[in-house]
């Protein structure tokens, strides 16, 4: 009969991976390093194949490996997910939950979300991950993250991903207060300026380029920003111009510094939708956050009591 993989060994291995080093991994999991190498031989023994390669900067992973560590990370967050599920139901309202969320959702929608969902269960830790759907995909492969609150470029399309359309939201081209443009009336005015942009990749920015591109008016972007954070604050304090989410002018730090243009051209609003792995079931506290999400996203205003929110959804 062959040997069986245990649950220590797949601990250890994704372990390893996530840290980049055993040396790291034995000071997260407070593991000697002699048992973490013990458990990943076993298991290469076990499964016949090698996974792991040490090299002096810390370890990589094998063709075999990269392939085995996609199905023991979703087999350690499902079984995390199992046991919170039957605590929960149990009536513990302890556990965790990981989202993911695009940047002017983490402007806007989130801070009342998490307010409001904390105040409800306080003892449930909350993960958030900023970014936009791309630089997410694999932890929502591999069931770190519960779900996320993004657009996405439907050529992109991933079948793995169950899409819910939660909202739109409008977007303009924004400058700061004194910019020397700020009195534009059309993209043709604008064009020769210096933009920045968020990374296009797969998000609602890669359809404003194709947009812009269909009228001949596509700008040189000279700047791109990773996170919409680093977008926002960069036109905030200089000539950049960008486009970004009409609810940012009302962000009580950075709307004051922003200007909406009042250009002819129509700029597409975002769509944002929940997106979670199509093979999964969120916990009790995931599927209320994710309740919550769409309350807000529906115009359900918070504070509400716990009976108001729930009536609400039903």
């Not at 380029?209 to 304090?237: D, N, W, Y």
Request: proline share 5%; glycine share 6%; net charge positive.
């Amino acid at each position: 009969m062959p040997a069986t993989i245990k649950l220590h060994q797949l601990r250890a291995f994704v372990d390893i991976v996530r840290q980049g080093s055993i040396r790291a991994a034995s000071r997260a999991a407070n593991l000697s390093q002699p048992a973490l190498t013990k458990s990943i031989q076993e298991l290469e023994s076990i499964l016949g194949a090698r996974l792991l390669v040490r090299r002096r900067q810390g370890v990589e992973l094998t063709e075999m490996g990269e392939a085995f560590f996609q199905r023991a990370s979703l087999i350690l967050q499902e079984l995390r997910v199992a046991q919170e599920d039957i605590q929960q139901r149990l009536g513990l309202r302890g556990g965790a939950v990981s989202i993911g969320i695009g940047g002017s959702i983490a402007r806007t929608v989130m801070p009342q979300v998490i307010t409001q969902f904390h105040r409800q269960f306080p003892d449930v830790k909350v993960r958030i991950v900023e970014g936009q759907l791309v630089s997410m995909l694999p932890e929502l492969r591999q069931g770190a993250l519960d779900f996320t609150i993004n657009s996405y470029d439907q050529s992109y399309l991933d079948n793995e991903l169950n899409y819910e359309k939660l909202m739109e939201r409008e977007y303009c081209v924004v400058v700061r207060k004194g910019h020397p443009l700020e009195h534009a009336a059309s993209l043709a005015e604008l064009q020769h300026g210096d933009w920045t942009m968020p990374t296009p990749k797969g998000s609602h920015y890669r359809l404003l380029h194709e947009r812009f591109s269909g009228m001949g008016m596509a700008p040189s972007i000279k700047v791109t920003c990773e996170t919409f954070m680093a977008c926002t604050s960069l036109v905030a304090q200089s000539d950049f111009i960008s486009v970004l989410s009409r609810d940012v002018m009302a962000d009580p730090v950075l709307g004051n510094q922003l200007v909406a243009l009042n250009i002819k051209e129509k700029i597409p609003p975002a769509v944002f939708y929940l997106i979670q792995r199509k093979d999964t079931t969120l916990t009790p506290m995931g599927a209320h956050l994710a309740r919550l999400f769409r309350l807000y996203c529906r115009g359900v205003k918070f504070p509400p009591s716990e009976r108001q929110v729930l009536a609400a959804d039903e």
